[in-house]
């Protein structure tokens, strides 16, 4: 069984990243394709539009953001089970683009992944 680790985009690839999913709606700015060494660019696993502008990585909405992006990924659950499927079989990293290595989108994501029996990782 892989593990699922989480990293900034615009850290350098390593090889222990294994299969690299980036969790975001949006590509990340200045950063090309080829750059970015993703495997997977996974969108539909991304907070909704309206979710993310109405977060706007403020720190005093995520707690509230937490919630209503579990609440998202409740009925999102292809896109969760994708992931899911390849941890079984190899590392997975979970790429994001924001600032903030803990008020983000992918340490939602990766405790929702964990919560369900998914070994988590933190990296960064």
Known sequence: MGTVHIKRIYASPAPEDGFRVLVDRLWPRGLSKEAAHVD????????????????GHDPAHFTEFREKYR????????????????????????????????????????GYLADRGISLVRAD
């Open 40 to 55: 997977l660019w996974l969108k539909e696993i991304a907070p909704s539009q309206a979710l993310r502008e109405w977060f």
């Open 71 to 110: 609440e998202e990924l409740d009925g999102n659950p292809e896109p969760v089970a994708r992931i899911g499927a390849l941890a079984k079989s190899q590392d997975v990293t979970l790429l994001y683009g924001a600032r903030d290595t803990r008020i983000n989108q992918a340490t939602v994501l990766a």
